[in-house]
Protein backbone atom coordinates (compact mmCIF):
# COMPACT_ATOMS: atom_id res chain seq x y z
CA UNK A 1 0.00 0.00 0.00
CA UNK A 2 1.19 3.81 -1.03
CA UNK A 3 2.20 5.54 2.12
CA UNK A 4 0.57 8.83 1.52
CA UNK A 5 2.52 10.46 4.82
CA UNK A 6 5.66 10.29 3.06
CA UNK A 7 4.35 12.32 0.44
CA UNK A 8 2.77 14.95 2.65
CA UNK A 9 4.87 15.15 5.54
CA UNK A 10 3.43 17.89 7.49
CA UNK A 11 0.34 15.59 7.88
CA UNK A 12 -0.13 13.60 11.06
CA UNK A 13 -1.16 9.67 11.19
CA UNK A 14 -4.26 8.67 10.24
CA UNK A 15 -4.29 11.27 7.57
CA UNK A 16 -6.95 13.35 7.02
CA UNK A 17 -8.20 15.75 4.29
CA UNK A 18 -11.15 18.20 3.64
CA UNK A 19 -13.43 17.46 0.98
CA UNK A 20 -12.55 20.74 -1.31
CA UNK A 21 -16.55 21.88 -1.39
CA UNK A 22 -16.64 24.81 -3.89
CA UNK A 23 -18.35 27.92 -1.68
CA UNK A 24 -17.16 26.01 1.85
CA UNK A 25 -13.69 24.74 1.67
CA UNK A 26 -12.05 28.42 1.44
CA UNK A 27 -8.38 29.36 2.38
CA UNK A 28 -9.61 29.50 6.18
CA UNK A 29 -10.55 26.15 6.64
CA UNK A 30 -8.10 24.37 4.26
CA UNK A 31 -5.49 26.38 5.91
CA UNK A 32 -6.82 25.24 9.43
CA UNK A 33 -6.88 22.20 8.31
CA UNK A 34 -3.19 21.77 7.28
CA UNK A 35 -2.09 23.76 10.71
CA UNK A 36 -3.85 21.09 12.72
CA UNK A 37 -2.00 17.94 11.25
CA UNK A 38 -4.54 17.21 8.23
CA UNK A 39 -4.19 17.86 4.82
CA UNK A 40 -6.42 21.09 3.21
CA UNK A 41 -8.16 21.40 0.44
CA UNK A 42 -9.49 24.78 -1.06
CA UNK A 43 -12.25 24.25 -3.45
CA UNK A 44 -11.48 25.82 -6.66
CA UNK A 45 -14.56 25.86 -8.65
CA UNK A 46 -16.12 24.38 -12.07
CA UNK A 47 -15.67 27.77 -14.35
CA UNK A 48 -12.14 27.50 -15.86
CA UNK A 49 -12.49 30.27 -19.06
CA UNK A 50 -10.50 33.31 -19.14
CA UNK A 51 -13.08 35.55 -17.74
CA UNK A 52 -14.08 33.46 -14.54
CA UNK A 53 -13.89 35.23 -11.21
CA UNK A 54 -13.72 31.78 -9.85
CA UNK A 55 -10.23 31.63 -11.17
CA UNK A 56 -9.18 34.99 -9.74
CA UNK A 57 -10.86 34.11 -6.31
CA UNK A 58 -8.28 31.05 -6.37
CA UNK A 59 -5.46 32.82 -7.37
CA UNK A 60 -5.99 35.11 -4.47
CA UNK A 61 -6.89 32.67 -1.84
CA UNK A 62 -3.61 30.07 -2.60
CA UNK A 63 -1.69 33.60 -1.87
CA UNK A 64 -3.55 34.30 1.16
CA UNK A 65 -2.93 30.50 2.06
CA UNK A 66 1.08 31.09 1.34
CA UNK A 67 0.68 34.21 4.11
CA UNK A 68 -1.28 32.36 6.56
CA UNK A 69 1.11 29.60 6.46
CA UNK A 70 4.18 31.54 6.66
CA UNK A 71 5.68 29.98 3.67
CA UNK A 72 8.54 31.74 1.60
CA UNK A 73 8.13 32.60 -2.10
CA UNK A 74 9.82 29.04 -3.17
CA UNK A 75 8.35 26.75 -0.93
CA UNK A 76 5.55 24.17 -1.76
CA UNK A 77 1.93 24.43 -0.61
CA UNK A 78 1.14 22.38 1.50
CA UNK A 79 -2.66 22.20 0.40
CA UNK A 80 -4.68 20.60 -2.49
CA UNK A 81 -7.18 22.64 -4.72
CA UNK A 82 -10.72 20.43 -6.44
CA UNK A 83 -11.56 20.86 -9.52
CA UNK A 84 -14.75 19.99 -10.48
CA UNK A 85 -14.04 18.66 -14.24
CA UNK A 86 -17.81 18.40 -16.52
CA UNK A 87 -17.09 21.91 -18.43
CA UNK A 88 -13.27 21.69 -18.59
CA UNK A 89 -12.92 24.37 -21.25
CA UNK A 90 -9.95 26.75 -20.27
CA UNK A 91 -9.03 24.27 -16.88
CA UNK A 92 -5.48 23.31 -19.11
CA UNK A 93 -4.61 26.79 -20.28
CA UNK A 94 -5.78 28.96 -17.27
CA UNK A 95 -6.21 26.63 -13.86
CA UNK A 96 -3.03 24.88 -14.02
CA UNK A 97 -0.65 27.55 -14.08
CA UNK A 98 -2.24 28.83 -11.31
CA UNK A 99 -1.61 25.50 -9.85
CA UNK A 100 2.08 25.30 -10.83
CA UNK A 101 2.78 29.35 -9.64
CA UNK A 102 2.23 28.75 -6.10
CA UNK A 103 3.14 24.94 -6.33
CA UNK A 104 0.10 23.28 -4.14
CA UNK A 105 1.12 20.06 -3.41
CA UNK A 106 -2.36 18.37 -4.45
CA UNK A 107 -4.95 18.67 -6.87
CA UNK A 108 -8.72 16.71 -7.08
CA UNK A 109 -10.59 15.91 -9.87
CA UNK A 110 -14.22 15.51 -9.79
CA UNK A 111 -17.27 14.78 -11.63
CA UNK A 112 -16.36 14.83 -15.33
CA UNK A 113 -19.03 14.28 -18.11
CA UNK A 114 -17.01 10.33 -18.96
CA UNK A 115 -14.06 9.40 -17.29
CA UNK A 116 -11.77 9.92 -20.13
CA UNK A 117 -12.53 13.86 -19.79
CA UNK A 118 -9.85 13.45 -17.28
CA UNK A 119 -7.15 11.76 -19.38
CA UNK A 120 -6.01 15.52 -21.45
CA UNK A 121 -5.58 17.15 -17.87
CA UNK A 122 -3.81 14.58 -16.22
CA UNK A 123 -1.54 14.86 -18.97
CA UNK A 124 -1.15 18.72 -19.10
CA UNK A 125 -0.51 18.42 -14.87
CA UNK A 126 2.32 15.48 -15.68
CA UNK A 127 4.11 17.78 -18.09
CA UNK A 128 3.87 20.54 -16.14
CA UNK A 129 5.47 18.76 -13.34
CA UNK A 130 8.77 18.33 -14.86
CA UNK A 131 9.27 21.88 -14.11
CA UNK A 132 10.35 21.33 -10.39
CA UNK A 133 6.93 20.67 -9.52
CA UNK A 134 5.97 17.91 -7.45
CA UNK A 135 2.02 17.52 -7.45
CA UNK A 136 -0.20 14.60 -6.40
CA UNK A 137 -3.35 13.87 -8.32
CA UNK A 138 -6.30 13.06 -6.82
CA UNK A 139 -9.51 11.50 -9.01
CA UNK A 140 -12.86 11.43 -6.77
CA UNK A 141 -14.33 7.64 -8.02
CA UNK A 142 -17.59 6.35 -6.96
CA UNK A 143 -17.82 2.94 -9.64
CA UNK A 144 -15.84 0.13 -10.03
CA UNK A 145 -15.97 1.49 -13.42
CA UNK A 146 -14.50 4.74 -12.37
CA UNK A 147 -11.89 3.12 -10.72
CA UNK A 148 -10.70 1.29 -13.27
CA UNK A 149 -10.49 4.42 -15.82
CA UNK A 150 -8.68 6.33 -13.22
CA UNK A 151 -6.09 3.60 -12.63
CA UNK A 152 -5.59 3.65 -16.42
CA UNK A 153 -5.04 6.83 -16.09
CA UNK A 154 -1.74 6.63 -13.78
CA UNK A 155 -3.47 8.99 -10.88
CA UNK A 156 -2.12 8.95 -7.50
CA UNK A 157 -5.06 9.15 -5.46
CA UNK A 158 -8.08 7.40 -6.02
CA UNK A 159 -10.35 9.08 -3.43
CA UNK A 160 -13.66 6.67 -2.99
CA UNK A 161 -16.40 8.51 -2.11
CA UNK A 162 -19.81 5.93 -0.94
CA UNK A 163 -23.38 6.87 -1.15
CA UNK A 164 -23.78 7.62 2.20
CA UNK A 165 -21.42 11.19 1.19
CA UNK A 166 -23.01 14.48 1.07
CA UNK A 167 -22.91 16.56 -1.93
CA UNK A 168 -22.66 15.50 -5.26
CA UNK A 169 -21.68 11.91 -6.26
CA UNK A 170 -22.39 9.36 -8.37
CA UNK A 171 -26.72 8.62 -8.58
CA UNK A 172 -25.78 5.07 -8.72
CA UNK A 173 -23.57 2.93 -6.64
CA UNK A 174 -22.82 2.09 -3.14
CA UNK A 175 -21.54 2.54 0.54
CA UNK A 176 -18.35 2.59 1.44
CA UNK A 177 -18.63 -1.29 3.10
CA UNK A 178 -19.20 -2.62 -0.03
CA UNK A 179 -17.22 -0.18 -2.26
CA UNK A 180 -13.68 -0.01 -1.04
CA UNK A 181 -12.84 -3.55 -1.01
CA UNK A 182 -13.62 -3.84 -4.19
CA UNK A 183 -11.52 -1.25 -5.12
CA UNK A 184 -8.56 -2.30 -3.26
CA UNK A 185 -9.10 -5.80 -4.88
CA UNK A 186 -9.09 -3.99 -7.95
CA UNK A 187 -5.52 -2.56 -6.83
CA UNK A 188 -4.16 -5.83 -5.72
CA UNK A 189 -5.27 -7.36 -8.98
CA UNK A 190 -3.17 -4.94 -10.97
CA UNK A 191 -0.42 -5.39 -8.11
CA UNK A 192 -0.35 -1.84 -8.22
CA UNK A 193 1.07 -0.48 -4.65
CA UNK A 194 1.60 3.26 -6.09
CA UNK A 195 -1.74 4.24 -5.79
CA UNK A 196 -3.31 5.49 -2.35
CA UNK A 197 -6.91 4.80 -1.85
CA UNK A 198 -8.50 8.23 0.26
CA UNK A 199 -12.08 6.92 1.70
CA UNK A 200 -15.44 9.48 1.61
CA UNK A 201 -18.83 9.48 2.58
CA UNK A 202 -20.40 9.32 5.40
CA UNK A 203 -17.04 9.41 7.79
CA UNK A 204 -17.27 12.14 11.07
CA UNK A 205 -14.99 10.46 13.68
CA UNK A 206 -12.46 8.23 14.60
CA UNK A 207 -14.90 5.02 14.53
CA UNK A 208 -15.53 5.77 10.77
CA UNK A 209 -11.90 6.28 9.96
CA UNK A 210 -11.02 2.99 12.00
CA UNK A 211 -13.75 1.32 9.59
CA UNK A 212 -12.50 2.91 6.50
CA UNK A 213 -9.14 1.93 7.33
CA UNK A 214 -10.09 -1.76 8.03
CA UNK A 215 -11.94 -2.05 4.47
CA UNK A 216 -8.80 -0.83 2.57
CA UNK A 217 -8.21 3.08 2.80
CA UNK A 218 -5.08 4.73 3.37
CA UNK A 219 -6.41 7.85 5.15
CA UNK A 220 -9.95 9.70 4.91
CA UNK A 221 -11.84 12.80 3.70
CA UNK A 222 -14.71 14.25 5.59
CA UNK A 223 -16.81 16.91 4.54
CA UNK A 224 -20.35 17.71 6.25
CA UNK A 225 -18.25 17.57 9.52
CA UNK A 226 -15.58 20.11 8.17
CA UNK A 227 -18.99 22.64 7.61
CA UNK A 228 -19.66 22.52 11.08
CA UNK A 229 -16.84 23.51 12.19
CA UNK A 230 -15.89 27.90 13.14
CA UNK A 231 -13.54 28.16 10.05
CA UNK A 232 -15.67 26.84 7.95
CA UNK A 233 -17.63 30.68 5.66
CA UNK A 234 -21.23 28.58 5.88
CA UNK A 235 -23.30 30.69 7.85
CA UNK A 236 -24.12 29.43 11.09
CA UNK A 237 -27.77 28.55 10.62
CA UNK A 238 -26.50 25.70 8.16
CA UNK A 239 -24.19 24.95 10.87
CA UNK A 240 -26.93 24.85 13.14
CA UNK A 241 -28.80 22.75 11.12
CA UNK A 242 -26.52 20.06 10.73
CA UNK A 243 -26.02 19.82 14.47
CA UNK A 244 -29.78 19.60 14.91
CA UNK A 245 -30.49 16.71 13.19
CA UNK A 246 -30.24 12.86 13.72
CA UNK A 247 -30.86 9.33 11.44
CA UNK A 248 -29.32 10.41 8.41
CA UNK A 249 -30.94 7.78 6.27
CA UNK A 250 -34.44 9.88 6.83
CA UNK A 251 -33.45 13.67 7.40
CA UNK A 252 -31.27 13.37 4.58
CA UNK A 253 -31.93 12.29 0.74
CA UNK A 254 -30.25 11.56 -2.85
CA UNK A 255 -32.23 13.27 -5.75
CA UNK A 256 -31.38 16.10 -8.30
CA UNK A 257 -34.36 18.09 -6.89
CA UNK A 258 -31.87 19.52 -4.53
CA UNK A 259 -30.14 21.55 -7.71
CA UNK A 260 -32.86 21.85 -9.40
CA UNK A 261 -34.75 23.99 -6.77
CA UNK A 262 -31.68 26.25 -6.37
CA UNK A 263 -31.05 26.58 -9.84
CA UNK A 264 -27.78 24.86 -9.92
CA UNK A 265 -28.18 21.70 -12.08
CA UNK A 266 -25.70 21.87 -13.80
CA UNK A 267 -24.00 18.04 -13.82
CA UNK A 268 -24.31 15.34 -15.88
CA UNK A 269 -27.14 12.88 -15.23
CA UNK A 270 -24.87 10.20 -13.65
CA UNK A 271 -24.54 12.77 -10.63
CA UNK A 272 -27.37 13.55 -8.01
CA UNK A 273 -27.01 14.73 -4.07
CA UNK A 274 -27.58 14.09 -0.91
CA UNK A 275 -29.54 16.77 1.39
CA UNK A 276 -31.36 17.33 4.21
CA UNK A 277 -35.15 17.17 3.28
CA UNK A 278 -35.82 20.76 4.07
CA UNK A 279 -38.69 23.21 2.73
CA UNK A 280 -38.31 22.78 -1.02
CA UNK A 281 -38.07 18.96 -0.51
CA UNK A 282 -41.20 18.81 1.60
CA UNK A 283 -43.37 21.01 -1.11
CA UNK A 284 -41.99 18.98 -3.65
CA UNK A 285 -42.99 15.59 -1.52
CA UNK A 286 -46.26 17.62 -1.39
CA UNK A 287 -46.81 17.94 -5.26
CA UNK A 288 -45.96 21.65 -5.79
CA UNK A 289 -44.54 22.38 -9.03
CA UNK A 290 -40.70 22.46 -9.63
CA UNK A 291 -40.87 26.24 -11.28
CA UNK A 292 -43.65 27.31 -7.84
CA UNK A 293 -40.50 25.81 -5.53
CA UNK A 294 -37.81 28.21 -7.35
CA UNK A 295 -39.92 31.21 -7.33
CA UNK A 296 -40.41 30.79 -3.37
CA UNK A 297 -36.45 29.86 -3.10
CA UNK A 298 -35.74 32.55 -4.86
CA UNK A 299 -38.17 34.59 -2.74
CA UNK A 300 -36.68 33.74 0.70
CA UNK A 301 -32.94 34.15 -1.01
CA UNK A 302 -33.13 37.74 -2.16
CA UNK A 303 -35.00 38.23 1.81
CA UNK A 304 -31.26 37.16 2.89
CA UNK A 305 -32.99 33.96 4.81
CA UNK A 306 -31.99 30.61 4.62
CA UNK A 307 -35.02 28.48 5.26
CA UNK A 308 -34.95 27.05 1.67
CA UNK A 309 -31.37 27.32 0.92
CA UNK A 310 -30.30 23.48 0.09
CA UNK A 311 -27.87 21.89 2.97
CA UNK A 312 -25.96 19.45 1.54
CA UNK A 313 -24.92 16.46 3.98
CA UNK A 314 -24.40 12.90 4.32
CA UNK A 315 -26.22 10.30 6.40
CA UNK A 316 -23.61 10.49 9.31
CA UNK A 317 -24.91 13.69 10.24
CA UNK A 318 -26.89 12.20 13.47
CA UNK A 319 -23.15 12.24 14.70
CA UNK A 320 -22.33 15.20 14.33
CA UNK A 321 -23.68 17.32 17.58
CA UNK A 322 -21.32 20.94 17.88
CA UNK A 323 -19.84 23.42 15.98
CA UNK A 324 -16.13 22.84 16.72
CA UNK A 325 -13.17 23.81 15.66
CA UNK A 326 -11.42 22.48 12.69
CA UNK A 327 -8.34 21.50 15.15
CA UNK A 328 -10.53 19.78 17.24
CA UNK A 329 -12.29 17.99 14.42
CA UNK A 330 -8.74 16.21 13.33
CA UNK A 331 -6.99 15.85 16.54
CA UNK A 332 -10.16 14.32 18.13
CA UNK A 333 -10.37 12.07 15.20
CA UNK A 334 -7.15 10.72 15.14
CA UNK A 335 -7.12 10.13 18.94
CA UNK A 336 -10.10 8.29 18.41
CA UNK A 337 -8.89 6.02 15.98
CA UNK A 338 -5.88 5.19 18.58
CA UNK A 339 -8.33 4.19 21.41
CA UNK A 340 -10.83 1.98 19.16
CA UNK A 341 -7.69 0.55 17.86
CA UNK A 342 -6.55 -0.26 21.33
CA UNK A 343 -9.41 -1.29 22.32
CA UNK A 344 -9.81 -3.91 19.29
CA UNK A 345 -6.22 -5.33 20.36
CA UNK A 346 -7.66 -5.85 23.71
CA UNK A 347 -10.46 -8.06 23.05
CA UNK A 348 -8.63 -10.03 20.02
Request: with cysteine.
Amino acid sequence: MANILQWFPRATAPFIANAPMFGFADVSLATAVTKAGGFGFIGGGFNFRSESTQLLDLDDQLANARSTLSLINDQPLPLGVGLITFQPDGLIDNAIPILQKHRVAAVWLSFPRTDADHLPIIRAIRKAQESDWDIKIFVQVGTIKAAEEALQQEVDVLVVQGTDAGGHQWAQGASLISLLPEVRDLLSRARNTSIAILAAGGIVDGRGCVAALGLGADGIAMGTRFVATSECPAPSAIKQTIVSRNDGGVSTIKSIRHDVFQSTDLFPRQYDGRAIIGVNYEDYQKGVSDEEIIRRHNEAKGAGEHQRRTIWAGASIGSINAVVSVEHVVQSTQQDVRVVLDRLKAGI
